[in-house]
């Protein structure tokens, strides 16, 4: 399970649905806050 | 980041409709299990364009899709009493068309490679030319996924289910769908790298967009 920090591996299988909409609450910060702030999905 | 910053309009119809529609569904398919003809025309309305949209894009054959549907249809009429409503109604139906697609591709996957340079789809009207070709992009692109990745990318992507949905209508666990569509989103990186990663993409857009418009002033 994703722990508070999402990790650049969590955070990429996830895109998809952060890009359809459908993560649920948490999970959508989580990967939201690791793409803002990750050099290499801000690339 | 918005939801759906990558999504053409003619590309994405919203198929995420809430809990509202799932009761109305849920209640359709009780209707269909006491036999309601009714019932069952409006399910088959509700259900039959978005079926035959995401066949079509999988089989790349609309006598297959249309086969499929109505495969689909038959097993929703037959089976309607067995369904517990332990999950959404689109999950369901989505599945039983999905099972439906990989045997009519077992028995037609000789045929339909041979096929698959031969039928182009016909083009549609409806559409305006750019979003036809971006559609025939992506769909020469899909065609070169294995099918467990292609189902996976249309039903995220095209159909917007979720990741549990996803697994529930590919009887598998969440985990896979995950590394299929990490798979699949490698592979269409490289053959669409604007479609494959939307967050890039509108970065990529926006350097891009500038870098021409400067280029063509003296």
Redesign the interface.
Known sequence: MMTETCSHADA????????????SGAERVRV?EH??GCVQ??? | VKANSYSDPGMAEPTYRGAANAARETDLIARIAEGDRKAFEELYHLYHRRLARFLTRLTRRYDIAEEVVNDTFWVVWRKARSFRGDSQPSTWILGIAYRKARNAFRSSARLAEKNLQLEQLPHTDEEPASTEELRDWLGRALAELPVEQRLAVELCYELGHSCEEIAAIMDCPVNTVKTRLFHARGKLQRLLPQLATPIAAAADGNARGSVSTSGRQP
């Open positions: 990429w299988l996830m895109l998809p649905w952060l890009a359809n909409g459908r993560l939201e793409v803002h999905c801000t690339r």
